[in-house]
């Protein structure tokens, strides 16, 4: 079946240090992806979005790169900010499919100063 | 101000009780969405709508139950609320078309019952 796999947090990084959270999928056709942020006590906002193959998606300094080959799409940040601390969602978004995203389980950041 | 706002933001209830949760969204959105979200989980959908009197069943629909008579409003009820329904409970909405469309969240609800 379709779904999306993230690493396992929490993720502790110091301040300025660089981040990476792996995500792959498994889906039929040919997926939209996206990486969606929660702030504590809040929703979720949109951090970037990829809709094809090798298309990158960036935002706020956080980039993620559509890779079919591998089937991963993994949030990268050269440099995290403790305002960065939040739960980082990687989803899924199918073709066809009334526009149903299927996340993965989060991955909680926690940055020191 | 335009968005997608959820009422009530906090509740606690009692097994057994019927419980709604509201969700309003002022962009004529076509689809909206009611998820849970759980610890280990992420978010699962519970129902998901097309269109006014339009519904459809997602991952974890048992013991919810929606209704779309307009296409702004998409309330989820609790007809006899389970202390396995204690959880934050996000609804969402889209434009038409799916390539890469962005689906937008309200707040969330945090549900507790006890």
């Known amino acids: 079946g379709n779904s999306v796999t993230q690493m396992e947090g929490p993720v502790t990084l110091s301040e300025e240090a660089f981040l990476t959270i792996n995500c792959t999928y498994t889906?039929?056709?040919?997926?939209?992806l996206f990486w969606y942020v929660q702030y504590p006590g809040e929703g979720l906002q949109l951090l970037l979005k990829a809709t094809k193959a090798d298309d990158k998606g960036s935002n706020k300094g956080f980039e993620a790169t559509y890779r079919k080959e591998t089937t991963s799409f993994h949030l990268e940040k050269g440099s995290v900010q403790v305002s960065d601390s939040a739960v980082y969602f990687c989803?899924?978004?199918?073709?066809?499919?009334?526009?149903?995203?299927?996340f993965g389980a989060g991955t909680r950041l926690a940055v020191h100063p | 101000d335009a968005g997608i706002t959820q009422s009530p933001r906090y509740k606690i209830t009692e097994t057994g009780r019927q419980v709604t949760l509201m969700c309003h969204q002022t962009?004529?959105?076509?689809?909206m969405f009611w998820y849970r979200q759980d610890l280990g989980h992420g978010l699962r959908l519970i129902y998901y709508s097309a269109a006014a009197d339009i519904t459809d069943k997602g991952e974890v629909p048992d013991g919810y139950v929606v209704s779309r008579s307009k296409t702004e409003n998409f309330p989820l009820t609790l007809e006899s609320a389970t202390r396995s329904q204690t959880s934050v409970y996000f609804c969402?909405?889209?434009?038409?078309?799916?390539?890469?469309?962005?689906?937008?969240f309200g707040e969330g609800s945090w549900l507790t019952v006890v």
């Open positions: 969402a909405s889209s434009g038409t078309g799916t390539v890469g469309n962005t689906i937008y």
């Open positions: 962009w004529s959105h076509s689809y």
């Open positions: 889906a039929t056709g040919y997926p939209s």
């Open positions: 989803a899924l978004l199918l073709s066809g499919g009334y526009n149903k995203l299927i």
